[in-house]
């Protein structure tokens, strides 16, 4: 069996790790001749819009998925129409959109913070009134970790927030004062039947995931189990997907979602029964979903723009390294580590090992 990855970043690689103990390889197609997963299958090199690489994937791919959500579209229904695609575009497209995305979540009854359409500054101050302070202002494509946002405090910043955007359409929305960031991970594969990941609480800074915690037995699991199920179904969902949110006066909120393996799912490498990527995998090839269970309490650190130093990570008991092989850069996830621990103090020591090796190398 063979599965076509769009992308051979870091996702891509983890997804090939986890495919190799269930006999599947992997060709990859990717316009960087130094992407991560190389070495882990065949990379089809350039761009994703070429037609005869396209041709060539949807040809020797049984089944083809993706890494990221910024395909082109027509990428998307090009290879559906050839082979088989999960998720479907049309995750894809309403993903890589966050005003579809926000409409349809509130089109399923899935709460978002109040938001509004903007294509100009005119509409931008009109839609102010009505979003209250403080809000944010985030472009409609292409935004992620953070990118192409403005924090909007007063009338003052309008003007700035909407050059900076540099005319892109644009959503603003009321900025929530969340008690916690936490997303949910699940799987659904080709027969329906679905999985839910425990919880994972999400600490971010500059817009970045920096520390994702499993939360085990959480209050606000089973909300979140009921939104994540409502938005498989409604997208006739295959594959794994995670479902940002902010919790607030004891509520979860949708950011936003994301149609593939996600960051705040890497520790379930180590400590759940079965990977986030394992699972993405038995999903798309309708194989049965393997158990989510949390193996002791788990978390995950991300190194970003600096790579740890291999024999101080690994003196911390417990720790498990995943270096991504890519060259360190400003703001660039480069590696990460999971802990599992067995009970909640000696995790939260963990963290602050690791997390204080990732600050040491941290540029952004
Ligand atoms: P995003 O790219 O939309 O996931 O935003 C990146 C991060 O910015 C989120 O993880 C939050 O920490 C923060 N953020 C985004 N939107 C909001 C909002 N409406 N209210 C408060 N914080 C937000």
């Given at each position: 069996?063979?599965?076509?990855?769009?992308?051979?970043?870091?996702?891509?690689?983890?997804?090939?790790?986890?495919?190799?103990?269930?006999?599947?390889?992997?060709?990859?197609?990717?316009?960087?001749?130094?992407?991560?997963?190389?070495?882990?299958?065949?990379?089809?090199?350039?761009?994703?819009?070429?037609?005869?690489?396209?041709?060539?994937?949807?040809?020797?791919?049984?089944?083809?998925?993706?890494?990221?959500?910024?395909?082109?579209?027509?990428?998307?229904?090009?290879?559906?129409?050839?082979?088989?695609?999960?998720?479907?575009?049309?995750?894809?497209?309403?993903?890589?959109?966050?005003?579809?995305?926000?409409?349809?979540?509130?089109?399923?009854?899935?709460?978002?913070?109040?938001?509004?359409?903007?294509?100009?500054?005119?509409?931008?101050?009109?839609?102010?009134?009505?979003?209250?302070?403080?809000?944010?202002?985030?472009?409609?494509?292409?935004?992620?970790?953070?990118?192409?946002?403005?924090?909007?405090?007063?009338?003052?910043?309008?003007?700035?927030?909407?050059?900076?955007?540099?005319?892109?359409?644009?959503?603003?929305?009321?900025?929530?004062?969340?008690?916690?960031?936490?997303?949910?991970?699940?799987?659904?594969?080709?027969?329906?039947?679905?999985?839910?990941?425990?919880?994972?609480?999400?600490?971010?800074?500059?817009?970045?995931?920096?520390?994702?915690?499993?939360?085990?037995?959480?209050?606000?699991?089973?909300?979140?189990?009921?939104?994540?199920?409502?938005?498989?179904?409604?997208?006739?969902?295959?594959?794994?997907?995670?479902?940002?949110?902010?919790?607030?006066?004891?509520?979860?909120?949708?950011?936003?979602?994301?149609?593939?393996?996600?960051?705040?799912?890497?520790?379930?490498?180590?400590?759940?029964?079965?990977?986030?990527?394992?699972?993405?995998?038995?999903?798309i090839l309708d194989l049965p979903l393997g158990a989510?269970?949390?193996?002791?309490?788990?978390?995950?650190?991300?190194?970003?723009?600096?790579?740890?130093?291999?024999?101080?990570?690994?003196?911390?008991?417990?720790?498990?390294?995943?270096?991504?092989?890519?060259?360190?850069?400003?703001?660039?996830?480069?590696?990460?580590?999971?802990?599992?621990?067995?009970?909640?103090?000696?995790l939260a020591t963990l963290i602050n090992q690791l997390?204080?090796?990732?600050?040491?190398?941290?540029?952004?």
């Amino acid at each position: 069996m063979r599965v076509g990855i769009l992308g051979a970043g870091q996702l891509a690689r983890m997804i090939a790790l986890a495919g190799y103990p269930l006999g599947v390889d992997f060709i990859f197609l990717d316009p960087s001749a130094d992407a991560c997963a190389n070495n882990f299958g065949e990379h089809l090199y350039g761009d994703y819009s070429d037609p005869s690489l396209l041709a060539e994937l949807a040809e020797r791919a049984d089944v083809v998925t993706y890494e990221f959500e910024n395909v082109p579209a027509e990428v998307a229904d090009f290879l559906a129409s050839h082979t088989q695609v999960h998720p479907a575009p049309k995750a894809l497209a309403v993903a890589q959109d966050r005003l579809l995305e926000k409409t349809f979540f509130h089109d399923i009854g899935i709460p978002t913070p109040a938001y509004a359409a903007v294509d100009s500054l005119e509409s931008l101050e009109q839609a102010m009134s009505t979003i209250g302070w403080p809000a944010i202002l985030k472009s409609r494509t292409l935004g992620y970790d953070g990118k192409g946002q403005s924090l909007l405090k007063s009338a003052d910043d309008l003007k700035p927030a909407w050059e900076q955007l540099a005319g892109v359409p644009a959503v603003v929305e009321a900025f929530v004062p969340f008690e916690r960031e936490v997303s949910i991970i699940a799987a659904r594969n080709v027969s329906g039947a679905i999985v839910f990941y425990p919880l994972s609480e999400n600490l971010h800074r500059g817009g970045i995931l920096r520390i994702s915690e499993c939360c085990d037995n959480d209050p606000m699991q089973e909300q979140a189990e009921s939104y994540i199920s409502r938005l498989m179904e409604a997208l006739d969902y295959v594959g794994v997907l995670a479902l940002e949110l902010f919790q607030v006066d004891g509520k979860l909120i949708a950011n936003e979602f994301a149609p593939r393996v996600h960051n705040s799912g890497h520790w379930t490498i180590e400590g759940a029964e079965t990977s986030q990527f394992e699972n993405h995998l038995r999903a798309i090839l309708d194989l049965p979903l393997g158990a989510t269970a949390p193996v002791g309490k788990a978390a995950m650190v991300n190194f970003i723009g600096g790579l740890p130093v291999t024999e101080k990570l690994l003196a911390i008991p417990r720790a498990h390294l995943h270096l991504y092989d890519k060259t360190p850069r400003k703001g660039r996830k480069v590696a990460h580590a999971t802990v599992r621990a067995e009970n909640a103090e000696q995790l939260a020591t963990l963290i602050n090992q690791l997390a204080t090796l990732a600050d040491q190398v941290d540029d952004s």
